[in-house]
């Protein structure tokens, strides 16, 4: 089957200072873009979206960059807390509804307290 | 429900032996999709259905694995002469329409040991 990642790259941070976790895509059509957390045990929980339309949208404490010229998506979170230790995955996806929502690798986001 | 709900949280099995994950999607959301997860690993693809279109199959490991969703709501998926290489979490999400807009509701999954 199609398989997203084989031992998760994690990004190790101190708590209070902001994390970047990036993404590259890898279908030029796609125009609709997610981020999802996930945490032990739990299935993957939508944080933010973004459409092609837009370069930059945020959230409370979460910015979502797109690059479509390189295909490249990225997910900072300002003032990482403990809480926010987990796998981080992005998802793209037509708007109109042309495929299947591809999902990335995923990112291990560890917070030092 | 409020959510997708997938049961059992967990299964244990013996080799060889059949088993069968249910999975109920949000009322009213069409598109149904499987996933499976190893520890530590990303997401395998492995089924989508949406409204009453055929499924996409394109990401079933092999003929053991087996997917059908009953009027368009509760999704049932079933593995054939369990081998431990099944062992993982498997994951269903739903979404309202075809194209995942504002996301999909991931269920907790279903932890599948093969002993």
């Known amino acids: 089957g199609e398989s997203v990642g084989l031992h998760l790259p994690t990004l190790s941070v101190q708590e209070g200072d902001n994390s970047i976790i990036n993404c590259a895509y890898s279908n030029s059509a796609s125009d609709y873009f997610i981020w999802y957390k996930q945490e032990s045990g739990k299935g993957p929980q939508f944080i933010i979206d973004?459409?092609?339309?837009?370069d930059k949208r945020q959230g409370q404490r979460v910015t979502v960059l797109l690059n479509k010229t390189v295909k490249h998506l990225s997910l900072q979170i300002a003032a990482t807390q403990p809480g926010d230790s987990a796998v981080y995955f992005c998802a793209e996806n037509m708007a109109a509804g042309g495929f299947k929502t591809i999902f990335g690798a995923g990112t291990r986001l560890f917070v030092k307290a | 429900g409020a959510g997708v709900s997938q049961s059992p949280s967990n299964k244990v099995t013996e080799k060889g032996k059949d088993v069968e994950l249910r999975c109920d999607p949000i009322s009213g959301h069409t598109a149904l999709y499987w996933y499976r997860q190893s520890l530590g690993q990303g997401l395998e693809f492995l089924i989508y259905?949406?409204?009453?279109?055929?499924?996409?199959k394109s990401g079933l490991p092999s003929d053991r694995f087996s997917a059908e969703r009953t009027g368009g709501s509760v999704s049932t998926l079933t593995i054939q002469r369990t081998q431990q290489e099944d062992s993982a979490v498997y994951l269903c999400?739903?979404?309202?329409?075809?194209?995942?807009?504002?996301?999909?509701?991931f269920g907790s999954g279903t932890r599948l040991t093969v002993v």
């Open positions: 973004i459409r092609s339309n837009m």
């Open positions: 999400a739903s979404s309202l329409g075809r194209t995942g807009l504002y996301g999909y509701t």
């Open positions: 259905f949406q409204g009453n279109s055929a499924p996409d």
